[in-house]
C-alpha cells in the first residue's frame, strides 16, 4: 500500500535554531517528492521538489534531501524564523497515474 | 494572475442544511482538486476533474456531496444536508496536466466549514 509517514507530529523549538523533518514513504513507481508549508489558515505553498536523481536542493534556509534508496526524505531548516511557524507536509506523486500520497504533516512552532 | 479563488471563506450553517462551495481556478490549469483537511484525517482528495471532467470521485464520502464544474473557471462542491462530521477546511487546487511540468498544486485559501 502506498503510504507516507512524517515524524515528528509536532516540534517546538527556539527562534535561530535548526530543525530537521523527516518523511518516509512506501510509494512505489515513485516519480517525485515534494514539501509544502502550510501557514494557518493558509493553503499549502510548494516549498521544493525532489525527483528520483536528486539528492539535495535548497531554497534559501530550507534545504530537503532524499534517499531513494531507503525511500526517506528530510527538510531541515537553518536559522529558524517566527514565520517558519507552520505545517509541513510531504507528497510523493505515483509515476504511473501521478497519484499523490500525502503525509500528514509536522507541525512546526519556533518559539521567541 | 490572483491564483485559486475560493468563496465563502467562513460557512457556519446548521445540521440539515445545504452548503455550496466555489472555486475559480487558475487561468490555463487542466486540472481541479477538491480536498477535505481536518485535524484528524489531514487532507484528503475528495474529487479531481480534467478539462471540466470528473476522473475520480472516489474520495467523496456519500451521496450527500456532489461536485460540478461547468466550465474551465468554475467548481461547486456542495453538501446536501450537512452534517456536523462534514465540520473542516475544504480547499479547491489546480494545476498543469502532470506531463507538462512537475505538477505543482496550487491552492486557494480554503473554505472553513462548520455545521452546528
Known amino acids: 500500500k502506498n503510504q507516507v509517514e512524517q515524524s515528528p507530529q509536532s516540534l517546538i523549538i527556539l527562534e535561530g535554531k535548526n530543525c530537521t523533518l523527516q518523511c518516509n514513504y512506501t510509494v512505489s513507481p515513485f516519480s517525485n517528492l515534494r514539501w509544502y508549508k502550510q501557514d494557518t489558515g493558509r493553503g499549502p505553498v510548494s516549498l521544493t521538489i525532489?525527483?528520483?536523481s536528486e539528492n539535495t536542493k535548497s531554497n534559501g534556509r530550507y534545504t530537503a534531501t532524499l534517499d531513494a534508496d531507503t525511500k526517506q526524505s528530510s527538510l531541515h531548516i537553518t536559522a529558524s524564523q517566527l514565520s517558519d511557524s507552520a505545517s509541513y507536509i510531504c507528497?510523493?506523486?505515483?509515476?504511473?497515474?501521478?497519484?499523490?500520497?500525502w503525509g500528514a504533516g509536522t507541525k512546526l512552532i519556533i518559539k521567541p | 494572475d490572483a491564483g485559486v479563488i475560493q468563496s465563502p471563506r467562513h460557512e457556519v450553517t446548521e445540521m440539515g442544511q445545504e452548503v455550496t462551495l466555489r472555486c475559480k481556478p487558475i487561468s490555463g490549469h487542466d486540472y481541479l482538486f477538491w480536498y477535505r483537511q481536518t485535524m484528524m484525517r489531514g487532507l484528503e482528495l475528495l474529487i479531481y476533474f480534467n478539462n471540466n471532467v470528473p476522473i475520480d470521485d472516489s474520495g467523496m464520502p456519500e451521496d450527500r456531496f456532489s461536485a460540478k464544474m461547468p466550465n474551465a473557471s468554475f467548481s461547486t462542491l456542495k453538501i446536501q444536508p450537512s452534517e456536523p462530521r462534514d465540520s473542516a477546511v475544504y480547499f479547491c487546487?489546480?494545476?498543469?496536466?502532470?506531463?507538462?511540468?512537475?505538477?505543482?498544486?496550487?491552492f486557494g485559501e480554503g473554505s472553513r466549514l462548520t455545521v452546528l
Open positions: 525532489m525527483t528520483f
Open positions: 507528497v510523493v506523486s505515483v509515476r504511473s497515474n501521478y497519484q499523490l500520497i
Open positions: 487546487a489546480s494545476r498543469n496536466p502532470p506531463d507538462r511540468d512537475t505538477g505543482e498544486l496550487f
